[in-house]
């Protein structure tokens, strides 16, 4: 499924049941038959669409593991560079002082 399918799956899920819950929050029925009724109404949707919800919780998931591995490699090379350039600069520090050693020699 492409990202835009996916989003579009989840805009119709939040639509339906934010529909289902402005619909029974405005119902003119006591609290507890509107809240049973939209405990009912949230199974149903639920079961109905079960297949889609588990498939766009994989699909979270999946994007989850994608984005922590892309920025486990990026802190991997930021860290290898500071190392790289930490060495270089040891290196420039170690020539420069034998460098002055030999330039004092007579």
């Given at each position: ?16 049941v934010?529909g ?18 939209l ?30 591995y ?7 090379k ?8 930490k ?7 170690e ?6 050693e ?5």
């Amino acid at each position: 499924m492409s990202k835009k399918a996916f989003m579009f799956s989840m805009g119709v899920i939040a639509g339906v049941v934010g529909g289902i819950v402005a619909g029974v929050l405005y119902a003119p029925k006591p609290g507890e038959e509107s809240r049973k009724e939209l405990k009912d109404a949230i199974c149903d949707a639920y079961d109905k669409h079960a297949p889609q919800i588990e498939d766009a919780k994989r699909q979270a998931l999946e994007s989850i593991d994608l984005m922590k591995y892309k920025l486990e490699r990026q802190i991997r090379k930021l860290n290898n560079s500071a190392k790289s350039k930490k060495m270089q600069k040891a290196k420039e520090l170690e020539d420069f002082e034998n460098g002055s050693e030999n330039e004092f020699d007579y």
